[in-house]
């Protein structure tokens, strides 16, 4: 089985993120990359389809070169090979221009399944999954905490508000995880050291055969006119019960406009 | 010492393991006197900490010792001392004469299993009656055709009421002095061989420590590492592996806590500012940083020189020293600067103060240090 899995590298979670003054994107240099947490599920999701089926997993991301420390973490996982698209005209791309790339690297590499994170924390669009499927016209299966593979086909259970739904689609197919799914490996130091070895492809976007006019800020179909840090917290309003609670967490509610 | 981005890499999975795995517990495990070792050991095989610098033949990872340097340190910022203390007796103080010297056969049977973090091993070196002077032991073993007859006590044996082996040092010749001294594996399983007690701790709560009691019991000769009479050499060589285990975490132990007290200092006011702002208490730990870098630094020096081959065994003996107590000034330090809170069981301080006390104990007490040093230093046999 060919597995590719969508990797992105976001700000260390905990980080406080900042957009940049000049262009109103998100500054990556001002805290440590990792991987996009459910990207690591992703790539456990693989290595275990891969433990029951064999095959073979390569790793997809787009980024800057830093971006490939994220690239060895999930090699050092168990992942056998990676493409890494890096080229300056693609800073500031939207989900769109990055859907377009990711589908372009993903038509002609002949997968059974795609696997990607169903969010990133730092733009959490969650839409990435579902424009890669449809650009290869291939099953969208999103929002995964179970997969199962049987002959030529996958079966997920999709997770609602409600519950799970079945879906069962063809392969080749796109899929995306939530985090019940499994409990991601810690790289092992076999895996760190077996990973210096492993090959990484690094493609710019005219490698890839992009065009440039689909790529980076500039085609953006948003666009970030202005941004203010967000406001201090302000003191709470502490409603005291002396037998009119209720109407008077109603009244402070209506104010709010809740109710 | 150069690290590398594969060292940063497995530091890395070895402190999320850490967190993920050893802090979310250890409240529970030091309230219960003991953590579920072969349910933990397993976790720690799966990323390559049990065995790194050991054979890959027997599942060991074949790295050079500062791989092991990371994980040490990794281990010491641990919220508690016990469950550490116990995998560096698991990979670095019970099975390093084992690697080194043990038979093929033996190491298929006793080191692989243990380094999957299947069976669970302790190293059985002090007595009731001797610890520091280990050429007092008294634990015997008497041949009896191809079997040895095991009789006596080991005290103070961590992992001892959960381990399936233990690396024995016994008396197979002669009646005391260095010479008649090795090495058996003994299995926990024997006939004869029981737990005499579960020994209640000031620290280090979540390792299970214990006192056992050997009654006749048979195991066979083959289960001698390396030759018979070459005991007392084979552990002095494996202290050189505890001492620097036991320095590389009490460093990184040290360093760690002296970063959440600064951090508490920040937040706590009293006189109308941070705590930190006091000029006494920057300047204390200041000195403390100072001396933890100094520490550090001939630390990895002498992985350095490990790796590369050379004798360290002075430089093990320095370490071993200082470092235990540069981390009880630093413990010290630290509760004081916490007041009350210091001296209170919620916060992290009095469990760090506990359990770092050990290092100058454990592993052979600071004078027994000081002992091998004027030793060296030829200034005589001390009295
Ligand atoms: C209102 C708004 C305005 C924005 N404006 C800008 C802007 O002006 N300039 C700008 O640079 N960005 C901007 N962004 C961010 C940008 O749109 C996203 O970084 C990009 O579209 C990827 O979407 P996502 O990270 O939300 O993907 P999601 O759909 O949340 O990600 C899901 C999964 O897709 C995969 N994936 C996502 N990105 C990659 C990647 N690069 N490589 C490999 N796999 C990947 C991963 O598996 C991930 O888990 C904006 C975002 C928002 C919400
Ligand atoms: C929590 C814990 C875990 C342990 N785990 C293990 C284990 O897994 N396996 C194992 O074999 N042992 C273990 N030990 C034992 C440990 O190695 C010994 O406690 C230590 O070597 C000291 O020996 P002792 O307790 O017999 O002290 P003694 O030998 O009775 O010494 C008492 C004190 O006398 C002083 N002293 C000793 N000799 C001299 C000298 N020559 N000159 C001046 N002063 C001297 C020192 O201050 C020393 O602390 C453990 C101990 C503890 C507390």
Redesign the interface.
Known sequence: MKIAVCVKQVPDTWAEKKLRSDDSTLDREAADGVMNELDEYAVEEALKLQEAHGGEITIITMGPERAGETVRKALSMGADAAVHLVDDSLHGSDALATSYALATILTGRDFDLVFFGSESTDARMSVVPAMVAERLGVAQLTFAQKVDVDGTSVTIQRVTDYGFETVVANMPAVVSVVEKINEPRYPSFKGIMAAKKKPVETLSTVDAGLEGSQLGLAAAWTVVEDFAARPPKAAGTIVTDEGDGGVKLAEFLATQKFI | MLFT??HD??R??VR??VEGEINQKADEWEDAGIFPAHELFPKLA????LG?EYDPEYGG?G?DHS?TVVLAEELGRADVGGVPMAIAVQTGMATPALARYGSDELKREYLAPTLTGELVCSIGVSEPGAGSDVAGIRTKARRDGDDWIINGRKMWITNGTQADWICMLVRTDGDSGYQGMSMIIVPTDSAGFSIGRKIKKMGNNSSDTAELVLDDVRVPVRNTIGEPGQGFQMQMSQFQDERLWISYMAVSGARRAIDRTKEYLQVREAFGKPLLANQYLQYKLAELVAEIDILQGFLHHTAARYVAGENVTRAATVAKLKSGRLSREVADACVQFHGGMGYAEEMWVARYFRDCRLGSIGGGADEVMLRIITMMEDMGKPQ
């Open positions: 981005s594969e890499q497995f890395q999975s999320q393991l799966a990323i390559g900490a790194l990872g790295a791989f």
